[in-house]
Structures are given as C-alpha cells and as structure tokens.
C-alpha cells in the first residue's frame, strides 16, 4: 500500500516537472531572435542584398554585446554609435540566448537567399537613380551571397574561439550549428563565377 502511494507521489512531482520544463522551453521558442526594431529595419531592406548586409549587422550587435569585437573593431559598431535611433537599445540575454539568437539570425539570411533563389521572378529591387540602370536577379543575388560569405568569414573565428574557450555544452551545440552555416554560406560563395567571368561573360 505504501509502495503504491510512493510510486504515486513519484509519479505526480515528475509530471510536474515535465510541465516546468514544457512552459520553459516554449518560453524559450517565443523569444524573438531580432528586436522590435530590427524587425521594422529587416521589413524596409526588401532588395536581398541589402537585407543580408542587415542582418550581418544584427549578428555583429550581438558578437558586441557578448564581447567578442570591441567598440572600435567593426565598421558596423562605429556606426552602431551614429544609429543608435534606429537600431534601438543593444539586444539583451543570457549568453546561450545570444548565440541562439545568431544561430537564427544567420539561417534567417541563409533561407532569404534560398527562397529568392527558387523564386527568382520574386526579386524586389530599389528604384535606379538618375542615369542607372535597373537592377537585376544575375545583378543583386550574387552580391547578396558574397556579404553574407564575407561576413560568414568574420564570424568563423569568433565562434571557433567560443568553442574552445567555453565550458557550457548548450552554447558549444548552438555554436556548433553556427559554425556549419558559415561553412555552408562560404562553400556557396565559392561557386559562384568571379566577377571578371561575369564582365567577360564567360
């Protein structure tokens, strides 16, 4: 009789438990990866090329915010300073959140560019300037894939050091998937043909 109680008290907190740990984790699915304002600047950067370059600079809010390129190391940071109403206050949480948040950030960028490569008619371009020429997929999306492998390079070592460095296996395994995007986004950079093949049209 008492065995069964005991198994029955058992049984109750566990659920419990596994309730805490359920409306934890969807707290955790909820939380967005980019800030309210960030959001509004990803929703106006409708040209590709222009939207990988902002979220490249919403990775690098983050790689500061967690210390790891100082005030003066980027261009992005310097004008971070300049931009501070419009880009809103730095992002905020916990350092595991903070990569998670570029994890997100980066396959974000990756997915963009996915998506517009399927659906090339789908491009949105900005209006030319007097005297320009309007702009095409074969002109935008090859520029798009090229920031966003550019910046991929930035962020490698960064995260490569993180690895070595921290002793947290959640942040390690998010890192970890950064890191394999970045190989992804560099690999497909490589094959695209050079801009002198281009102008020779080969």
């Known amino acids: 009789m008492r065995t069964s109680l005991s198994i029955s008290k058992y049984l109750v907190v566990l659920t419990a438990l596994l309730l805490v740990g359920a409306c934890v984790n969807a707290e955790a699915q909820r939380r967005d990866y ?29 790689l500061a915010a ?12 310097k004008k971070e300073k300049k931009e ?3 880009w809103g206050a730095a992002p905020t ?3 595991l959140q903070l990569f998670d948040d570029i994890r997100r950030i980066i396959q974000k960028a990756v997915d963009d560019i996915d ?3 399927e659906r090339p008619n789908s491009i949105v371009v900005e209006e030319p300037g007097k005297g320009e020429k309007p702009k095409k997929y074969e002109d935008v999306f090859p520029k798009a894939v090229r920031v966003l492998a550019s910046a991929a390079k930035r962020y490698e070592p960064l995260l490569k050091k993180e690895i070595d460095t921290s002793k947290d296996d959640q942040v390690k395994g998010v890192v970890m ?3 394999d995007l970045c190989d992804q986004i560099i690999d497909a950079a490589s094959r695209l043909p050079s801009a002198e093949a281009k102008k020779s049209g080969n």
């Open 34 to 62: 980019l800030t309210d304002d960030e959001v509004e600047i990803v929703r106006d950067a409708q040209q590709i090329d222009l939207r990988i370059g902002v979220l490249a600079r919403a990775v690098d809010r983050r």
């Open 66 to 77: 967690l210390g790891l390129i100082g005030g003066e190391a980027t261009d992005a940071s």
């Open 84 to 86: 501070s109403d419009k």
């Open 93 to 95: 949480g916990t350092r």
């Open 115 to 117: 998506n517009l490569s």
């Open 177 to 179: 998937q950064s890191i």
